[in-house]
């Protein structure tokens, strides 16, 4: 029995020393590795080292300071041909890609990357591009000349603004690249797919980028929006001598009946010329308070005729009277600086009927007679201005009415496709040089959607033709004018234009 218990007094104490053991083992192994904040540190580390880089132990004794988190600035995305594909969609407007494809507004590109410049076989280059024979369009080149064309080329005919990302430069090249008898693969071309692995010193750019970042961000001056300006306020002296003209009107028709008011000199020349829409107000202040019917005469819900234009954000909310939209609402005027007299003319007492204009036979009158009337509006010189047709068959690149072609067009970093092509370096960029309009808020608005542009020119279509807009010129403005322009005017009518130019080059 002695020799059982002495057997298990040993056991014990071996367990008891191997315990012991274990735990030493335990603890060593801690304080060789360091302390956990350093074993964090070391985990952060990168898995591969560089020539320059030693082995360092950290110890117990002498504790590392713990760095910062190591950021890797983000890696440049891989080129992707497919990704290409989609940003050629806003080249196809103007340009075909497959071998032998006809020439559009611009030449066809099949074979472009490495091709001599200005070479397209029956394509009539500007003699800016000709100017560049000799040269080839090597992926360098096409990069920097796809940020802006017209800077790269001055004179181009070429009216696409450009590309601002990289990524959607490289990734068209790329896809262009591979639309040729001798494509060209990525590595071909010399972009750099990936960033290097992070080192020391770019850590340290990377943290200061990051800090950088942390400061606040200074808006971008949109230099393109603010070279437009809008029709100038009225001065102190200008709104004093309205005010008094107002106050003496309303003395004035106090109590006069309707022939006389008919007939008054403001509603005249040489008055009506000159007069605001507040002296027009003192007697027909009722169209700023009437309201839209809940139904039409026939029963059917206001809400079940809204025109396609209507149901934009714009249009928001309870539906206005047709005064008070173009004169008073809140985007009204945002971009328009609309007069009662814009629409409403003068007329002249004996021309009220057709028939009394000198030097016209009795009743031969047209079955349409001429907008000679006070109350009658012409609308070929008012509402066709901004509620005509979308005349894409006269628009070189657009193939299809403006719902349908912005699809290739926007995107979340081109949220207006107009200005791919009515951008700072494109064409039709000396605009809106009107009284009526406000150029610089149209401007500002169109730089988040194309809705604001769309709006007045097709998206509130009331008439099948559309409006025969001047052809200001703009900057490298090509000197043959198309067959669909050649009666256009070169400025705005007389009575619109602004004494100064609304956009600054």
């Not at 009415?401 to 494109?426: K, M």
Request: proline residues 8%; charged residues 20%; aromatic residues 8%.
């Amino acid at each position: 029995m002695k020799k059982i218990e002495s057997l298990l007094g040993y056991l014990s104490l071996a367990g008891l020393l191997g315990t012991a053991g274990l735990a030493i083992f335990v603890i060593g192994n801690l304080i060789f590795q360091g302390s956990p904040e350093s074993a964090t540190a070391a985990v952060s580390e990168p898995a591969a080292k560089t020539d320059t880089q030693s082995d360092t132990t950290t110890t117990a004794e002498t504790p590392a300071a713990t760095p910062a988190p190591v950021k890797v600035a983000e890696a440049t995305p891989a080129i992707s041909v497919e990704a290409g594909e989609k940003v050629f969609k806003k080249c196809k407007a103007c340009h075909t890609i497959d071998d032998g494809g006809a020439k559009k507004v611009g030449p066809n590109l099949w074979g472009i990357v490495g091709r001599d410049v200005a070479t397209s076989e029956g394509f009539k280059y500007s003699d800016a591009m000709l100017g560049l024979s000799g040269k080839s369009w090597d992926a360098a080149m096409l990069d920097e000349y796809l940020t802006k064309p017209k800077a790269y080329v001055p004179g181009t005919a070429m009216s696409f603004s450009g590309l601002k990302k990289e990524a959607d430069r490289h990734n068209l090249i790329a896809y262009l690249a591979q639309q040729s008898a001798s494509p060209l693969s990525v590595a071909d071309l010399g972009f750099a797919a990936t960033a290097a692995e992070a080192t020391p010193a770019a850590a340290t750019e990377a943290a200061a980028t990051e800090t950088a970042t942390e400061e606040p961000a200074v808006e971008e001056e949109n230099t393109f929006v603010d070279s437009y300006t809008n029709p100038p306020a009225r001065t102190a002296d200008e709104q004093a001598a309205i005010d008094a003209k107002v106050a003496a009107l309303t003395a004035e028709v106090e109590g006069m009946d309707y022939e006389r008011a008919r007939y008054h000199p403001l509603h005249f020349p040489p008055m009506i010329n000159q007069a605001s829409n507040e002296e027009c107000l003192v007697c027909h202040s009722e169209i700023m308070t009437a309201k839209p019917r809940e139904a039409s005469p026939a029963g059917v819900p206001a809400t079940d005729t809204l025109a396609w234009y209507q149901t934009l954000a714009t249009y928001e909310g309870p539906q206005e009277t047709f005064h008070y939209r173009h004169l008073q609402s809140d985007y009204a005027q945002s971009v328009m600086n609309m007069q009662c007299t814009f629409c409403h003319k003068a007329n002249d007492p004996r021309e009220e009927s057709p028939d009394l204009l000198f030097g016209r036979a009795a009743y031969s009158a047209a079955p349409t007679p001429e907008f000679t009337l006070r109350k009658m509006v012409n609308p070929s010189t008012t509402c066709l201005r901004c509620h005509g047709a979308f005349p894409y068959e006269n628009m070189d690149g657009v193939d299809a009415n403006w719902p349908e072609a912005r699809l290739d067009l926007e995107d979340e970093d081109t949220p207006n496709g107009c200005l791919v092509c009515h951008g700072e370096y494109g064409f039709r960029t000396n605009r809106h040089n009107v009284t009526y309009l406000n150029a610089h808020n149209i401007e500002d608005l169109a730089t988040a959607s194309s809705d604001t542009c769309y709006g007045c020119h097709g998206g509130r279509q009331w008439y099948r033709i559309s409006y025969p807009y001047p052809r200001h010129p703009w900057p490298d403005m090509d000197e043959e004018t198309p067959d669909w322009a050649l009666a256009r005017p070169t400025a705005s009518d007389p009575e619109y234009q602004r004494p100064e130019p609304t956009r600054s080059e």
